[in-house]
């Protein structure tokens, strides 16, 4: 009876789901009609774009002074082609002044026992590491491996030049303090793919004095095994550098929808990564991948090809972090009317080459939103119609090839993973602004900041490909009326169904697997997992509501559809159950009686909430609060289990209570932080004035 009963449980899940279990190969869709997928797909240059990047990434230059005392190349380039296209409200925002270091000569010359010249920035700028300081110095060359303290407690570097392969964070700062005039690294991540790579990072240089310079592996493996032989090696180093003030400047376009002033959707790109990092990959493909989008969509609204929309979509081109961050706090009005965020930072790599895949970077549970969905859907279409069908019959080809001329024909390879913070989006994604915001990124790279991410490594056809899918995932939001909102909902909710079947099948495998000693532990944590994504999948079908916040009937079609959420989390608790129940008969114990500790009673009865303050403060803000609570609370109060801060202010938004926030934070992490860890954790940001309950 209790088998009959558990399998009843599950078919009742899983008839929700079963249509995951294989897709259908002759139907592929998006929330837009056919026809305008294959318009946009056609009009979309993977050619263009290239070019692009050729222009704006050819080769690592050392940038005139020129440009930093006036208008950056790139944001000249950006502006004029927009403009080119016709896009005439294209322009360079400027938000005050950085300071940036620059090179301005640096050369390293052996001058025995033979002469050669090892480095030149002029060559190639990123031989000089960044943070280095002026010097015209001839000394001997000393290996000291890869800069362990061992090295330089046996071997007297005074008044040396040190090679090492080791890295310069490390190197730098113990040949200085060991009395070395300066270093030659040839570090690199990845020297059997590459034996040419040179890594793009600097130096910090505290004291103001040293200097470093970077070499192929194969050129430093050369000079080290001269070495190791005896020979007596002598070089000569002349550095001059400068530091620079220039403006923050972040070139904008707004393709207008119907609507003036209305919703918007925001497109970006980081375009500078510093001053002297200039990659094609990273991030040349992105910027010249959402400037052939802004193009498209411009071209085909003002053709007619593409009905205009309501909303408006934004692109803007930013210095990583230190342009997004000012832009947006600047532009408080317009995230207020933002409903969502895409970021592409590296989207135009070889992808068989390079065993990589296009990745979609999710929000978090503290920021659910249809966005990923809508990404996702996108990306498996131009999977479905790019790929060799693995049957042996009927067509042999792509069924809707997206493949440019000089591009490769490779199959599209993507994947969906779980949110990374490490790019612009997470700018909107703040607690402060709550713009939902999602990042594209190919990964692996092999050349990802190394002086041979140039465009070379990059392919026209997923430049193409990921112009594609800026335009068709932006446009769908822009135009969505009730049709494409109910699309867009569908869409959530069957890969809500698919996503919670999979976290039903980690808690039933965790159940099935428990010792009599932890099944208790156990159960507790597959039910709060289970029960923190159901939650999850809920808000994140509520959100498509604010497509179409003013019609009754899409919002009675769309609480259907969240209530039907909830009915396949309570199935899926009731097979939980159930699981526990036979694996305590197979480990003859008593069944499990869920109930809240005295902890968890104290985390349900409150409900967190940002304050104002806290807010006001801006992306940064909230730290320096964090840093006025005295340390004696700290300690009381301390966390050390809980990764991300920012994740549990962002689920503090004044409905959640304290235990959904417990459960929405733990699913998202391998190792769960304990409740009392979150009490504390509460009870620091309350003291500090981030959250206020």
Not at 25 to 32: I, N
Not at 62 to 84: A, C, H, M, N
Not at 476 to 485: N, P, T, V
Not at 648 to 671: S, W
Request: net charge neutral; glycine share 8%; hydrophobic share 40%.
């Amino acid at each position: 009876m209790k088998t009959a009963r558990i399998l009843t449980s599950l078919a009742a899940f899983f008839a929700a789901v079963s249509i995951t279990a294989q897709w259908n190969y002759s139907y592929q869709y998006g929330s837009l009609s056919p026809a305008l997928l294959e318009m946009i797909a056609g009009e979309a240059s993977g050619e263009r774009a290239y070019n692009d990047l050729v222009e704006l990434t050819g080769y690592n230059r050392p940038r005139p002074l020129s440009e930093y005392q006036g208008t950056l190349f790139e944001s000249v380039y950006i502006v004029d082609k927009l403009k080119s296209y016709g896009i005439d409200n294209a322009t360079i925002e400027r938000f005050g002044k950085t300071t940036t270091w620059k090179g301005l000569e640096g050369t390293l010359w052996e001058v025995g026992p033979g002469r050669s010249k090892i480095a030149d920035y002029d060559g190639l700028p990123l031989m000089l590491a960044s943070g280095s300081a002026d010097a015209d110095v001839t000394a001997q060359l000393i290996w000291v491996g890869e800069g362990s303290s061992n090295w330089f407690t046996s071997v007297d570097v005074t008044d040396a030049i040190v090679l090492t392969s080791g890295p310069l964070s490390r190197v730098f700062p113990a040949a200085m303090a060991a009395g070395a005039h300066g270093v030659v690294s040839f570090e690199s991540d990845r020297p059997l793919i590459d034996p040419l790579q040179i890594p793009t990072g600097g130096i910090r240089n505290t004291e103001g004095k040293g200097f470093a310079f970077r070499i192929p592996p194969r050129d430093g493996h050369l000079l080290r095994d001269r070495l190791a032989r005896g020979e007596n090696i002598r070089v000569h180093a002349k550095v001059k550098t400068t530091n620079l003030e220039l403006d923050i400047q972040v070139p904008t376009c707004l393709i207008e929808g119907t609507e003036k002033g209305g919703e918007e959707i925001i497109v970006c790109a980081h375009i500078f990564e510093g001053y002297v990092k200039m990659g094609a990959n990273d991030n040349g493909s992105g910027s010249v991948a959402i400037l052939d989008a802004a193009r498209v969509l411009h071209t085909m609204y003002n053709d007619g090809r593409l009905p205009r929309p309501r909303r408006s979509i934004r692109f803007i081109w930013i210095p990583e972090f230190s342009g997004t961050i000012p832009w947006v706090g600047a532009n408080r009005d317009i995230m207020s009317r933002t409903l969502a965020n895409i970021n592409l930072d590296m989207v135009g790599i070889r992808m068989a080459e390079n065993q990589s895949f296009l990745n979609m970077h999710r929000t978090t549970f503290g920021m659910p939103h249809y966005i990923n969905d809508v990404l996702q859907m996108y990306m498996r279409y131009i999977s479905e119609t790019n790929k060799i069908r693995c049957t042996p019959v009927g067509r042999f080809g792509f069924l809707k090839p997206m493949i440019a001329p000089t591009g490769t024909d490779d199959p599209f390879y993507w994947n969906v993973e779980a949110y990374l913070g490490a790019s612009d989006h997470a700018v909107f994604n703040n607690f402060t602004i709550k713009v939902p915001g999602i990042l594209l990124n190919n990964w692996p790279d092999h050349y990802y900041h190394t002086s041979n991410d140039r465009p070379g490594v990059c392919d026209p056809t997923q430049l193409k490909r990921s112009v594609f899918l800026t335009v068709a995932s932006a446009y769908s939001i822009a135009s969505a009326g009730e049709q494409g909102a109910m699309k867009i909902a569908g869409e959530v909710l069957g890969n809500a169904a698919h996503r919670m079947g999979h976290q039903l099948t980690i808690g039933t495998d965790r159940i099935a697997s428990a010792s009599a000693k932890d099944l208790a532990t156990v159960y507790r944590r597959s039910v709060f997992d289970y029960q923190a994504v159901s939650m999850n999948e809920y808000e994140t079908v509520m959100s498509v509501a604010e497509l179409c916040l003013n019609d009754r009937g899409f919002a009675r079609a769309l609480t259907a559809m969240a209530a039907s959420v909830l009915s396949q989390r309570d199935a899926g608790l009731s097979v939980l159950e159930q699981q526990m129940a036979v694996r305590c008969r197979q480990l003859d114990i008593r069944p499990v009686a869920l109930t809240l500790s005295e902890d968890e009673k104290r985390a349900s009865a409150i409900k967190p909430s940002v304050t104002g303050k806290a807010i006001d403060g801006g992306y940064y803000g909230y730290r320096t609060m964090m840093q006025e609570v005295p340390q004696e609370f700290l300690k009381k109060h301390s966390y050390p289990s809980i990764r991300s801060i920012h994740e549990v202010i962002l689920l503090c938004d004044g409905n959640r209570t304290g235990l959904d926030i417990v459960k929405l934070y733990n699913a998202q992490y391998p190792e769960h932080a304990d409740v009392r860890e979150f009490l504390n954790a509460f009870a620091v940001l309350k003291e500090a004035g981030v959250i206020a309950y």
